[in-house]
């Protein structure tokens, strides 16, 4: 398929229509903008084979992940479809009024959460379902009751605008506005829709320079919107002494297994891993066989994979503990490098992402090391520990990790996000721009609403969430 | 008090204290914070005679407006400490693991809102209580377990300190961690703590150029943080034709009496109030008698009145309808100027705020000229409606004004924001630079928490609020 860049007339409508059709989806009721979630759903169940096909073809990923990724993505939109059907999403709360309260006579005031309005969503590269069109910001942003712009991934451009069609069509078989979901193809496109007064919001899935970028023209618009970027993370990995003695083989087992899934290519992969000096774990990492990785998913991130590779395996105090390169020069070589948590106390910037099949072991010689060392650590997704319960260090490796990650582990890994109620998939800069929020779980639905508070309004002239007769939708009533 | 600028040798101090105070607080037990604030209120109340005294030296506002003010800001601070004393703000989400889980496997997911670190606060002017020192952002920073540096307005130098010095003299009864709150003076101080990695969030209330020249600031650090902005609104008002026949006299009277209170120096403000044209509403506006308003905040508030006024009255589509100019030079000149909805349509910035005892009346001829008029408005703290119920207008013109505004109010003024559980004030740029929280009112509290989710972890290496023996705390379980 031969897709061109977006021009600047095609996008002058793309954003009016996006106006006009997220004014009609957000006046849709929930019970019709859920069922509409359903129909995307289905519509790409139906295509899976099509779709996945396409899938590999454009981004080398194997078949088995891409259909473990469409699943998760019909998933996701089956499950904020039910969601938003419940409604306690709206945080209703009422006020009624109260002649006695104790600052002044209390007005009825009855506050919900409405669509913030056009959406505007990055695609990524490395999830080509999961955060692409449909992926979760797009789910989240329509289940919200906005309209989406998405701006597709040059990495797997006919994949886009194949999604887009089929959620078109299924779409059209329900009461959906026209146009309720839009795909916009180019850079230049994408910069422009984020500097459109229609949009209200944007959402990113990406690298950390891109993704400041973006940031950076939202902030600088003459009516700044809130960016929600998802941008870098080495997920680091804490071994404790007891657990690096007792489970040595399973733990590194697990890390290599999880730091070259997708060929490292997850946001989520952990990066660095931190074990105790005088353990096995040392010899065991040495030895590891490192498995065969598949292509990484475009020539743009094997070149970026390679420079921070190189970068940090170059580094004085780094040395390699074990690399794979196949013979194919096509592959990428699978490395995993050692340095201590001395060096990282020095040298922060020896835990900085590197996107692809590579990771660094840290040693550590005590606990007061390794709480040294986490001092120098930016803003993480994910944190794990593998230890024992009662070791003497957790409590306060606990405290210490949840003050940096969005997600604290224990004795697991990290890749693998599932989609939940209380899933948190977030964290201080540069993890992500808006550290208070998700961009996985029920909650990323949060972003793309504000609150609304009606005073006095007449029973008759209130949504229907806030009238005393509702019974369908939880409220919090004067604070109960 | 003759109070100098905060040196960068006193700031670093301030920074590292913030610090330690944020980390200690944070592992404070919720009853002992509750019990905290409590201790703030008593404070403040026990001392009440001599703060409204400095205070009403600093500000010229009015000794009921004052003690008003005071008795809010404590009724806040008790109300805070309910609040997290109950913990539904902690929005415990707990999911335990389920193989079943459609998209695989589900680990046990259990997600909470933790502090988000040192919180900077810069108070406001015209509100040397709610908001100022231990105003309204102190006290949500407070309750969700931060330590606050309080950037002091300089309108009310020692009223700052002596606020400072109670409430340090409170706390130090308590079990809160020393320098829990700290006051700075001085722009370079202010920005300069902006700046710092110490700080993870940052709250204002004030003009717009000012909060976009702090927001510009936060969002260019290395490490951008949240900038809860709250800037300028115009609060424009609605009257219906039903309405405007009658109650002429009534919503006259009631327009000019909001308008002018507090001299016109309050956020919300009816700046603008549209009205029919061919009903009494006219003549009673234009005979309307001003009242007599006291002086100014400060010289540089009555420069920035006088300049806003001017501007939108020598404009050629307005007309001044009346004006008050008392005696005193000192007193600003009240004035009530006029247009149409169709000057409106082509000259937004006549909406413009100005801050102090003026505001536009707008003359509308037909429905669709008042609909293109709001299409013109930027986002706003409140718009007000004074209608009937059963006109036709009315539910299009609520839904419209929920597009552009935080509150919606029917027949009431929006002065006077209560302090409750459902309050919103906030709304779209440049009424707020986050138009997705709130900075009034239970919820304001959610700007200075994040979210972590714990994965895995056992039972008794949880946080008490998550564990499944936890009765006290309201936890939303599987969704439910």
């Known amino acids: ?42 519509g790409l169940e139906t295509a899976n084979d099509d779709l996945v096909s396409i899938a ?67 695609a990524a590269s490395n999830f080509p379902f999961a955060f692409s069109v449909l992926g979760g910001d797009t789910a989240a942003a329509l289940a919200a009751g906005n309209a989406v712009i998405v701006k597709a991934h040059p990495g797997h451009p006919t994949l886009s605008r194949t999604t887009a ?27 422009q829709a984020l500097q459109a007064p229609a ?39 804490f071994v404790t002494r ?30 660095v891993l931190f074990y105790p000096t005088n353990t096995p774990m040392h010899d065991a990492l040495a030895t590891v066989e490192l498995p065969r990785v598949h292509r990484l998913l475009n020539s743009s991130i094997e070149s970026g994979f390679d420079a921070a590779r190189r970068s940090i395996a170059e580094h004085a105090d780094v040395e390699t503990l074990t690399e794979r390169h196949d013979s194919l020069a096509t592959e ?38 390794l709480f040294d060392a ?37 004795n697991q890994w990290p890749t693998g996000v599932s989609v939940t109620y209380a899933q948190q998939h977030g964290g201080p800069y540069p993890a992500t721009t808006a550290p208070t929020t998700t961009s996985v779980g029920m909650a990323a639905i949060d972003r793309f609403l504000r609150p609304v508070a009606y005073q006095n309004v007449p029973q008759q002239l209130l949504p229907h969430e806030l009238k005393d007769s509702e019974t369908a939708v939880r409220q919090t009533r004067d604070g109960r």
């Open 374 to 410: 986490i001092t120098q650590i930016d803003g993480q997704l994910t944190a794990s520990i593998f230890g024992e319960e009662n070791e003497s260090i957790v409590p306060e490796l606990i405290e210490q990790l949840s003050g940096i990650a969005g997600r604290v582990l224990w």
């Open 199 to 237: 949009v209200k919001a944007a959402a990113f899935t990406g690298s950390i320079p891109g993704g400041r970028a973006l940031f950076d023209i939202a902030n600088a618009r003459p009516v700044p919107i809130p960016f929600y970027g998802e941008l870098g993370s080495a997920n680091p990995v």
């Open 332 to 369: 990428p070589t699978t490395t995993l490098l050692s340095t201590t948590a001395t060096a990282i106390a020095s040298h922060p910037s020896l835990l900085h992402e590197m996107f692809g099949p590579a990771a660094l072991v840290v040693a550590y010689e005590s606990d007061g090391e």
């Open 165 to 191: 069609d089929l959620v078109t069509a299924a779409l059209d078989e329900t009461d959906a506005p026209e146009r309720l979901l839009q795909v916009v193809f180019g850079t230049e496109a994408g910069v």
């Open 242 to 271: 007891a657990a690096a003695e007792a489970r040595t083989q399973d733990i590194v087992d697990g890390f290599v297994a999880s730091f070259t899934s997708s060929s490292g290519q997850l946001c989520t992969k952990p990066g």
């Open 1 to 42: 398929m031969d897709i061109e860049d977006t021009s600047a007339d095609d996008l002058s409508a793309v954003l009016d229509s996006a106006r006009r059709a997220s004014t009609q989806w957000a006046r849709t009721p929930r019970s019709l903008r859920s069922a509409a979630l359903d129909a995307i759903a289905t």
């Open 56 to 122: 590999i073809e454009e981004t080398r990923l194997t078949e088995a992940r891409l259909r473990t990724e469409l699943t998760r993505t019909c998933f996701q939109l089956r499950m904020f479809a039910q969601y938003i059907a419940e409604g306690s999403y709206l945080d209703v709360r009422v006020d009624t009024a109260d002649p006695n309260w104790p600052m002044g006579p209390r007005p009825d005031l009855r506050r919900v959460l409405l669509p913030i309005g056009p959406v505007l969503v990055f």
